[in-house]
């Protein structure tokens, strides 16, 4: 397979990009944290090739990126107060909310588990993808699993060249800051990693404590 990079700046290359998508292939693209990877998130089969791209295990659960906090309802069998709230202060954003998957969302995304972890990248050039495409992208950092996150296009090409068709180059990313992840299935809610947002922030909006993964 021959990896080919076209500039995220050309509406060109974001319609062959959306046509890619909507083939189940596999594409790279810049997001507001690092450089993304990413399928159609309610097609299993190229979830599957996502994760072969990657040589990233199976028991290890995808994100969705969504378009907006509307789309929430796409994914999750249950919308709490508490992920609505964290939803409408922080996204679009570095925040990264568990939520009960539902049956739209497929199997091999979720390892085994029964929830999604789900956010709204504050990139444009990730929104018009999922926007264009009319799903979620089920997404994580366009790098070799356990390698170094890709911060440029050419990082990327570096690690996936010749595993994926196209990468979209949107310039360097902001930095290899993950999001915060916070498990809103649960009650009081769980921070399972701090990332860009802090607890003290979420913890401010909630008006209550959140508990934390020992690690």
């Known amino acids: 397979m021959k ?23 596999v594409i790279a693209f810049p997001t507001d944290t690092v450089y993304g990877v990413g399928v159609s998130g309610f097609n299993a089969r190229a979830i599957e090739q996502l994760f072969a791209a990657k040589n990233r295990p199976l028991d ?11 789309d929430l309802a796409l994914v999750a069998s249950a919308i709490s107060a508490t992920a609505r709230v964290l939803a409408e202060k922080f996204w ?22 029964a929830s999604v972890a789900v956010r709204v990248p504050n990139n444009a050039i990730a929104q018009t993808l999922i926007s264009a495409l009319g799903a979620p992208l089920a997404a994580t950092s366009a790098n070799i699993s356990g390698a170094r996150d890709p911060q440029t296009a050419q990082d990327v090409f570096a690690q996936l060249n010749a595993r994926i068709p196209l990468i979209l180059d949107g310039g360097a990313t902001p930095g290899n800051i993950p999001s915060t992840v916070i498990d809103v299935t649960v009650d009081p809610p769980r921070v399972v ?21 020992v690690e």
Not at 60 to 70: F, N, R, T, V
Not at 193 to 213: D, M
């Open 60 to 70: 290890k659960a995808i994100p969705l990126l969504l378009a907006s906090a509307k």
């Open 92 to 113: 679009p954003g570095a925040l990264t909310l568990v939520v009960p998957a539902n049956g739209r969302v497929p199997k091999i995304l979720l390892a085994g588990g």
């Open 193 to 213: 990693r701090v990332g860009a947002v802090s607890v003290q922030a979420i913890e401010l909006i909630l008006g209550e404590s959140v508990s934390r993964v």
């Open 3 to 25: 990896t080919q990079t076209l500039p995220a700046s050309d509406t060109a290359a974001i319609a062959h990009a959306v046509r890619l998508l909507r083939a189940g292939k």
